[in-house]
């Protein structure tokens, strides 16, 4: 199982970036569950810190320095979670990654727990 994220770069202050993450099976294996998708942020000599998430039932989450500029997604038949950043801010310049919590793969019907994708690097600039 993995998940893959896109869309980081370099952006001015008060500009935009769409971070997508796609997860899938081991090949031939194929999703039958995910549950809460998330991503996180780390910024040089911080700890890593949950930005937003989102439950299976669509409910989210969002850590106060981020509200009403960020809105996270998901889109489960395509395994995705999204994360539109609006209003940038250098404070916002870290390494995003996205977590899901739970996510079952078939045929074998296993779960895997904590799963990680390998990051994104988003600049913000003053």
């Known amino acids: 199982v993995q998940l893959q994220a896109f869309g980081g770069g370099l952006v001015q202050a008060g500009g935009s970036l769409r971070l997508s993450c796609v997860a899938s099976?081991?090949?031939?294996?194929?999703?039958?569950?995910?549950?809460?998708m998330g991503w996180y942020r780390q910024a040089p000599g911080k700890e890593r810190e949950l930005v937003a998430s989102?439950?299976?039932?669509?409910?989210?989450n969002y850590i106060d320095s981020v509200k009403g500029r960020f809105t996270i997604s998901r889109d489960d038949g395509k395994s995705s979670v999204y994360l539109q950043m609006n209003s940038l801010k250098p404070g916002d310049t870290a390494v995003y990654y996205c977590?899901?919590?739970?996510?079952?793969?078939?045929?074998?019907?296993?779960?895997?727990?904590?799963?990680w994708g390998q990051g994104t690097q988003v600049t913000v600039s003053s």
């Open positions: 977590n899901v919590d739970r996510i079952g793969c078939g045929p074998k019907m296993r779960y895997y727990y904590d799963v």
């Open positions: 989102i439950t299976s039932g669509a409910h989210t």
């Open positions: 099976c081991t090949a031939p294996g194929y999703i039958f569950s995910i549950d809460t």
